[in-house]
């Protein structure tokens, strides 16, 4: 929020300097973002009066002014503005000045742009006359009548010749302060005026807010009569409330209005405040916002049907258009503001161009009202709609201002003689907003700052707050009563932060905690730590993807309509449409961190991520979702193969303890390529547990992640590998005696699993069999058709002796024998 020093001194003296009073603000708990000087690049600029205008002899585009700046002799200067008259009192630069911002048609120079005299199509110019822009203000804040054109000044009570900074009052500066979301009360003038008076002991003005209303007729004995009833509120307006979520509703009415520009004091409070002027009653509307955050709104009270305002929610199928032109669909829901046949507002976001004020105008209702503040962020969300008005209502606007900001509106309208304010005002205030009394214990508040703060000093920061503090029975306990615009003064715990703040964060001693913490990590931690050391010693890198994915992430994996990995979890306010889910599974971010690396010619890639992945509850859907660990690891490149990405999967369970690890042939899922796919499988308690699966991308999945080469994935359920892996280490002594290694070539049918024959081995070996290893596979000219070789180590060793060929011959014996009983398995000659 922008903060013009200039307005804040209107109600606390401000002694400070631009830095101190910054760092006070940052000191109160409002983020300092930057402090804005203005007027310090302005030199020779001053107050002209055109005196007469004539077309440029030598160009259709250009005129000539001859300008009074307060010298014996008129000044000749050469423009091509179309918005100058007769009589405009306008910014000069002359001969030399200095203008801060960038001239048409060239960028800004570093200190400023010095403007010389000179010639335009053969004729002397001596200066330069000066728009909004070239002053150094944003387009966005140009007053209206001179946006696009040089700066007419409002009013007449200029004395030509005076310097601009001086006149204008433009040596100044403004603070851009962020707002935090606790303190919506914030995001107004007096409440940031409040807190500079807490903070210095200045005396606090408020606004004047008193209203004349419409002259009364006096009688014979000077006694006041009462307006006629045709001149009071209600015989020009009537309003209903129809929708709950309008907690208050205040309206006034302004007749004989008269619509111009505002003068310069309320045009500069807006332009310093980010905010354009535009006439004075819509001006007279934001000045108020700005000073109270109260959003206001006026309606050209001839555009409303039978002069009624009804406050109720839009209906599925309802059209409208904003101030801003644009047609807009109404979702159903939505609170807008209806007169008897049409709607003309919405609540809290925008009016529309249906009732908009114009030149017109004769007769206004005024809008100050309070709406519901979830309400409000929901309907500016589901219209993508950020105004001024929304930003402050979906935070949370006090009710109990509207009625003072409406009468405050009403005092600056006679101020300026923009109009008569009718007699009395229709104020709907069902339920009233009470502020939450709380009991607030001392020595709680000092523990939790860590400050030793007495008691008295305590009452006097809540007091300089506003607070209302009264004493109990208690010597330990007071009773705080805070303003009703601090939503955020809810719980005991609140009060420790004002005291804090106001007893000033860096005068807290630093102190270490007074406890014995030991940092240990968690058996699910070691675990992830251990698998990432693993990864990177096998050559991976570590990736980190976001959680928040489009639905449509996973329709390239070729998968069915009613799997689980397309079960996703929706989001209720996503960021868009790519980031509105909650991911199922690893894998497409794998392959899309792939697809970008292979775009961008890396040749070979070699990666892997734990992450956590998100599933609804299909059986009960008030339950909440679980939230599961997963591990994804992809790879391409020149040596990559099948083989390569099982090798990895291996080492990775083996080095976390897991074992009895099988592989089983998977052909059916559809991102993986159908014969070179396989799900990783364990025994547990003579059940198989699947960890995950793995293989080839199926070329189509490829190609639809830019992956023009053959790449490998692997997903794993990591909750499974951390409730499986055996992390305990224990001391085994190396063996005693030698080992025998035999090895065997095997003729087995084609559709023989190596899994399976693994096993029948490692049954069939007994205590004797150490180990069991696939070395070779071969299909050739020596092997027949629909058959082929597998080639194993097996090794043997006795922990008590030493083999002899006998001990193993049995045993490899019985091997031999089962294998060809199971699968008949014939012994090929190596």
Same mark, same amino acid.
């Given at each position: 929020m922008l903060v013009p020093v200039k307005w804040i001194k209107d109600y606390v003296d401000v002694k400070l300097t631009a830095d101190e009073y910054g760092e006070m603000m940052t000191t109160a708990g409002l983020t300092l973002e930057t402090i804005e000087y203005f007027g310090k690049e302005i030199e020779n600029v001053v107050i002209g009066k055109i005196e007469k205008?004539?077309?440029?002899?030598?160009?259709?585009?250009?005129?000539?002014?001859?300008?009074?700046?307060?010298?014996?002799?008129?000044?000749?200067?050469?423009?091509?503005?179309?918005?100058?008259?007769?009589?405009?009192?306008?910014?000069?630069?002359?001969?030399?000045?200095?203008?801060?911002?960038?001239?048409?048609?060239?960028?800004?120079?570093?200190?400023?742009?010095?403007?010389?005299?000179?010639?335009?199509?053969?004729?002397?110019? /001596?200066?330069?006359?000066c728009g909004p822009q070239e002053l150094g203000w944003e387009d966005k804040v140009a007053p209206y009548i001179s946006k696009d054109g040089i700066w007419l000044l409002p009013g007449n009570d200029w004395t030509p010749g005076q310097d601009l900074v001086e006149a204008l009052g433009l040596d100044t500066y403004v603070l851009d302060v962020d707002v935090t979301p606790n303190r919506p009360d914030c995001l107004s003038i007096l409440a940031l005026a409040k807190e500079t008076k807490a903070f210095t002991g200045e005396e606090y003005k408020k606004p004047d807010t008193t209203v004349k209303g419409a002259p009364k007729r006096m009688g014979q004995n000077s006694i006041r009569f009462q307006p006629p009833k045709a001149e009071r509120v209600h015989n020009f307006i009537s309003v209903e409330v129809q929708d709950p979520n309008c907690k208050r509703y205040c309206a006034r009415v302004i007749k004989d209005v008269k619509i111009k520009q505002s003068p310069w004091w309320l045009q500069e409070r807006l332009m310093y405040s980010g905010m354009r002027p535009i006439n004075n009653i819509v001006d007279i509307t934001n000045y108020v916002m700005l000073e109270y955050g109260q959003p206001l709104h006026a309606f050209d009270i001839n555009m409303l049907a039978d002069k009624k305002i009804i406050v109720k929610a839009a209906e599925e199928g309802d059209t409208f258009v904003t101030l801003d032109g644009k047609e807009r669909q109404m979702p159903e829901g939505v609170m807008m503001i209806n007169d008897s046949e049409k709607a003309v507002g919405i609540a809290g976001i925008m009016g529309g161009l249906n009732s908009e004020v114009t030149e017109d105008t004769k007769i206004i209702v005024l809008e100050s009202a309070n709406f519901d503040a979830d309400n409000i962020r929901i309907s500016s969300k589901k219209l993508g709609m950020s105004t001024e008005a929304s930003k402050r209502f979906s935070r949370g606007v006090d009710a109990n201002i509207a009625r003072e900001a409406a009468n405050r509106f009403c005092h600056l309208v006679e101020k300026l003689g923009a109009g008569t304010v009718v007699d009395d005002i229709i104020d709907i205030y069902p339920e009233k907003i009470e502020a939450i009394t709380c009991d607030v214990r001392i020595d709680r508040m000092n523990k939790l700052n860590g400050t030793d703060i007495p008691k008295e000093t305590i009452i006097g920061y809540l007091k300089a707050l506003d607070m209302v503090v009264e004493e109990t029975e208690d010597e330990n306990v007071i009773r705080v009563t805070p303003p009703t615009e601090r939503l955020d003064m809810k719980e005991e715990i609140d009060y420790a932060e004002e005291i804090a703040r106001m007893y000033g964060y860096d005068n807290i001693p630093m102190t270490l905690p007074k406890m014995n913490t030991k940092s240990i990590s968690t058996r699910s931690w070691q675990i992830r730590e251990i698998a990432k050391n693993v990864m990177t010693s096998l050559g991976s890198n570590e990736i980190q993807t976001y959680s928040f994915v489009s639905p449509r992430s996973v329709d390239p994996l070729r998968l069915e309509d009613d799997t689980w990995e397309k079960n996703f979890l929706i989001l209720l306010n996503p960021l868009g449409d790519e980031t509105s889910a909650m991911r199922t599974m690893l894998m497409p971010e794998m392959l899309e961190v792939m697809g970008r690396n292979f775009s961008r010619n890396v040749d070979r890639v070699n990666a892997f991520e734990i992450g956590n992945t998100f599933l609804p509850d299909i059986m009960d859907e008030g339950k909440l979702p679980s939230e599961e660990l997963s591990m994804s690891i992809g790879a391409y490149g020149e040596g990559e193969d099948f083989f390569t990405m099982k090798g990895r999967v291996e080492t990775l369970l083996s080095m976390l303890g897991i074992k009895n690890l099988h592989f089983e042939a998977e052909s059916e899922y559809?991102?993986?390529?159908?014969?070179?796919?396989?799900?990783?499988?364990?025994?547990?308690?003579?059940?198989?547990?699947?960890?995950?699966?793995?293989?080839?991308?199926?070329?189509?999945?490829?190609?639809?992640?830019?992956?023009?080469?053959?790449? #490998?994935?692997?997903?794993?359920?990591?909750?499974?590998?951390?409730?499986?892996?055996?992390?305990?280490?224990? #001391?085994?002594?190396?063996?005693?005696?030698?080992?025998?290694?035999?090895?065997?070539?095997?003729?087995?049918?084609?559709?023989?699993?190596?899994?399976?024959?693994?096993?029948?081995?490692?049954?069939?070996?007994?205590?004797?069999?150490?180990?069991?290893?696939?070395? /070779?596979?071969?299909?050739?000219?020596?092997?027949?058709?629909?058959?082929?070789?597998?080639?194993?180590?097996?090794? #043997?060793?006795?922990?008590?002796?030493?083999?002899?060929?006998?001990?193993?011959?049995?045993?490899?014996?019985?091997?031999?024998?089962?294998?060809?009983?199971? #699968?008949?398995?014939?012994?090929?000659?190596?």
């Open positions: 205008i004539e077309q440029h002899p030598n160009a259709e585009k250009l005129v000539i002014c001859q300008m009074n700046v307060g010298k014996e002799e008129l000044v000749q200067i050469v423009t091509g503005a179309d918005n100058v008259s007769e009589g405009d009192f306008v910014p000069v630069v002359l001969d030399g000045g200095r203008v801060p911002g960038p001239l048409h048609g060239k960028e800004k120079e570093e200190g400023g742009t010095v403007i010389h005299a000179g010639e335009l199509r053969g004729v002397k110019s /001596d200066g330069m006359l559809g991102a993986f390529h159908p014969g070179r796919c396989a799900r990783i499988v364990i025994e547990d308690r003579g059940f198989p547990m699947e960890l995950g699966i793995m293989g080839e991308v199926h070329p189509e999945v490829a190609e639809s992640f830019g992956i023009g080469t053959r790449a #490998y994935v692997c997903e794993l359920n990591f909750e499974y590998v951390i409730e499986k892996a055996s992390i305990e280490k224990s #001391y085994k002594p190396l063996p005693k005696f030698p080992a025998m290694t035999r090895d065997i070539a095997l003729l087995v049918s084609e559709d023989v699993k190596v899994g399976d024959l693994e096993k029948t081995i490692i049954a069939a070996g007994g205590n004797l069999l150490e180990s069991v290893e696939l070395f /070779d596979v071969y299909r050739g000219k020596q092997v027949e058709e629909g058959k082929k070789s597998l080639a194993f180590s097996i090794v #043997y060793r006795d922990a008590q002796k030493t083999l002899t060929d006998d001990d193993v011959q049995g045993v490899h014996g019985d091997i031999l024998n089962a294998l060809k009983e199971n #699968y008949n398995a014939v012994l090929r000659e190596m």
